[in-house]
């Protein structure tokens, strides 16, 4: 069942099969349906999901209804209102299931225990930590130069199965630009 | 000297005497003059740098040879190539004096060895690593909302220090507007 999630780990730090039974033992499999909601605006975000498979995206509705695309994230991703889960505080972000999704959970403090107890976790907790900054980094970058079309690139060469699965609409959403202009940048790499 | 820097670290973990010692000798004092390059782009990144004192800048610049500001640091900030410092690769980024500046900064292979010999430290940096991350979250969401109005509020309630010892032209650019917008919207403010 964590195989998913066993190998994910193990690109940072290698485990033991008894050391991955005590990772495994802090988290919950749990279920969505496609359209289901995992969290939704305003509520308490108990816990980070770890997807073994489906599809999600995390949004911000703004004051004027408006729906803004955080991100997406599919099998082998992690996904939470990030912020609110550090200070357990009420969400700002929706997350939704694109597609049916199985995945492990965790809660704050079942993650905290776990970095007490295993510094191998809290090891590899900090280079995931780490290595998602430069992501994020790397796409307020791409924002900041307002260059969609890198962004597109970004996405194709880091992602190219997400780019296949998420209808174009929800892309071209975040992008940031319209149906027809991703429909142009989509012929341009042809 | 390094008092500015144990300062941040108890925010998250306490530590003895003899550990901040012990931290301390992993960092080397440095120091830089008003309009001098800490980093330039495609040089290789060496070190993260904690500003004791002083006011630097973060900048991409694109193939039009346009300046596109990253991010604003000052006293108790961190900065670096995040990217090319984890992976050891060259700069995208260009880091640069605003103000002299008296920083601590530390190799890659030295933070690495600290954080291995004090489970203390690697708590540290993965903490901080978290609550960098949702800051940066909270940057993506205020830019694909795209609400320069809304980055300017941000910037004032979390960095008004910064606000007022940046060039207003620099502040402009960092919010992707032009100055005049920018002074509209601080009369608004008043």
Redesign the interface.
């Known amino acids: 069942m964590g195989e998913a999630l066993r190998e994910q780990i193990e690109k940072i730090v290698s485990l033991t099969d008894n050391e991955f039974e005590k990772v495994l033992s802090h988290f919950n499999l749990k279920h969505f349906s496609k359209h289901q909601f995992i969290l939704q605006a305003d509520s308490l975000v108990m816990s980070n999901y770890f997807i073994i498979k489906g599809l999600i995206k995390s949004f911000?509705v703004?004051e004027a209804g408006k729906e803004?695309?955080?991100n997406f994230a599919m099998d082998n991703y992690w996904i939470t209102d990030?912020?609110a889960f550090?200070?357990r505080k009420e969400a700002?972000l929706n997350i939704y299931c694109i597609e049916n999704c199985k995945t492990l959970s965790i809660t704050y403090d079942r993650l905290e225990a776990l970095?007490d107890n295993m510094?191998k976790m809290?090891?590899y907790?900090?280079k995931k930590?780490?290595?998602?900054?430069?992501?994020?980094?790397?796409?307020?970058?791409c924002?900041?130069?307002?260059n969609a079309t890198d962004r597109y690139h970004d996405l194709m060469v880091h992602s190219p199965e997400l780019v296949n699965r998420v209808p174009k609409t929800m892309i071209a959403s975040y992008l940031?630009v319209s149906r027809e202009t991703l429909s142009r940048m989509i012929l341009q790499r042809m």
Chains 1, 2 share one sequence.
């Not at 930590?129 to 970058?141: P, V």
């Open positions: 911000y703004d803004h695309i955080l990030l912020e550090q200070y700002r970095c510094p809290q090891y907790f900090r930590a780490d290595y998602d900054q430069a992501l994020l980094n790397k796409r307020i970058l924002l900041i130069t307002n940031g």
